[in-house]
């Protein structure tokens, strides 16, 4: 189980961190993912192997977000840095058990197994 906290209502270039805290960690994760979705579309936002040594970002959120890893919490975080009103969106975190030849293979919904229920950001210009 994935849940999601730290979400909340920011003005134009404020920061916000989320936490996406696993209830059980299994020896099978590879990777956790951070998606946001408005209305029906569900975008890849960032990934990181559960390692910690690889992530990966889409272009939009580069220099302004970062995703990290707690193993020993089996926690990750999404520190988001200078938001904007188009970074508004339902935040997800998510688990991988599927090996992947390299870690942007994750950008991708359908490469994930576990979802959390999701946290609302809002940024008010």
């Known amino acids: 189980q994935l849940v999601e906290s730290g979400g909340g209502l920011v003005q134009a270039g404020g920061s916000l961190r989320l936490s996406c805290a696993a209830s059980r960690h299994t020896s099978s994760t590879l990777a956790m993912g951070w998606f946001r979705q408005v209305s029906k579309n569900r975008e890849f936002v960032a990934a990181i192997?559960?390692?910690?040594?690889?992530?990966y970002y889409t272009d939009s959120v580069k220099g302004r977000f970062i995703t990290s890893l707690d193993s020993a919490k089996n926690t990750v975080y999404l520190q988001m840095h200078n938001l904007q009103p188009e970074d508004t969106a339902v935040y997800y975190c998510?688990?991988?058990?599927?090996?992947?030849?390299?870690?942007?293979?994750?950008?991708?919904?359908?490469?994930?197994?576990?979802w959390g229920q999701g946290t609302q950001v809002t940024v008010s210009s």
């Open positions: 192997t559960w390692t910690g040594s690889n992530t």
């Open positions: 998510a688990a991988s058990t599927l090996p992947k030849p390299s870690i942007s293979y994750y950008a991708t919904t359908a490469h994930y197994n576990f």
